[in-house]
Each structure stands twice: as structure tokens, then as C-alpha cells.
């Protein structure tokens, strides 16, 4: 007898103090993308469920399919977590010393973190900028991901995710504004919640 688990996802609710520059429309429609992908990842889940118990052989192909389109609903919840998390508690900047800043300049010499992940984010289109830690090779790596399931550094702990897709920001700026975006995302970032991660992987 094959043993399917009924584990499912809950939506996280992140404690987010009142942001500068992003208004509490645009995190509440943002918030809403997220629940959907969290909803649609136990759907899937229960889906594969549910044929394979009907009709392994018959629905096979449905299923694969199915397979397939899970990284996108995972991936799609899981990076909104780490993305709104940065939000939590209140903005504080990179402690000077800290593992994180050490492991920085080893990377990126006199450029701050910061400034990197802006060059990064001056990318053409729409995606993430995604600061990996890998702690095999004691190093960072700062990557455009253009579609979160596709072009993630295996394996690799995230220390930070900036979302640069246009439902990020378009209720409040368009388009061309994206780097206001950008300046209202590093106006309330938590710092510290980012060497914590960072922390955790060393
Ligand atoms: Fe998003």
C-alpha cells in the first residue's frame, strides 16, 4: 500500500512595521501573490495525490506535468518568505565586522553589499537579485534570476532576495521608476536578519 502524506503549507503572516516608500497596498497586494502560491503548492501536492490514487497508469502524464510545475509554486512561495522576512523587526544597517561584512569584502573588495546587489539589479527585466552564501567554497555569490524556478544556485543557502518583478512595486511606481523601488527596498531592509541567515550558514 503506498503512504501519501497530508502535510500541507501554511502562510507565513510576517511582522512588518509600516514601510517607507512601499505602500501598505502594494505589501497587501503582494501578499496576496504569495498566499496564492502557498495555496497552489498543497494543491498541487493533493492533486498528485489524488490521480495517482485514482488512476496511477492513466493519469501518468498529467502528473509528470504536475511534478514539473511544482518548483514554480515552491519556489515562488518560499522566495516571497525570504523576501517580506527582510521587512521584519526594524531597518538596521550592516554591522561593521560582522562575518557577513568580512565575507563581503573577500568577494567584492571595496564595493558594499549594497552597492552590488544595485549593479546586479540594474539587470534588463524583470526577475530577482539573489545573494547566495556557499559555505563550501567560503564565499557569496550574487546572481538575476529571471524565473525562480529556473537558474538557482543548487543547494546554496539564500542570505537575500530582492524581488525586481513588476507586481512588486507597480502599485505604487512604474516601470521606469524601478530604481525608487530599489532605494524604498534598502530603506527598510533588516540588515540582521541577514547576517542572521548569513550566521547560520558559517
Ligand atoms: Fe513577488
Redesign the pocket.
Known sequence: MVHFTDMTYTAKTFNLPALQGISEKQVKV?LA??EGYVKSVNLIMEKIQALKSADAEGNAYIISELRRRFGFEFD?MR??EY?FEQFEGSQTSLIAGSALEKAVMQKYGDQSLEAHIREVAGSRGSG?VVVYADPSADTLHTVFVNDHEVGQLAGLPILLAL?L?E??YMVDYVPAEKKNYIDAFFTNINWGVVEKRFEATI
Open positions: 503582494h501573490l504569495y515562488g522566495m516571497h523576501y530577482w524581488d518583478w507586481h512588486a
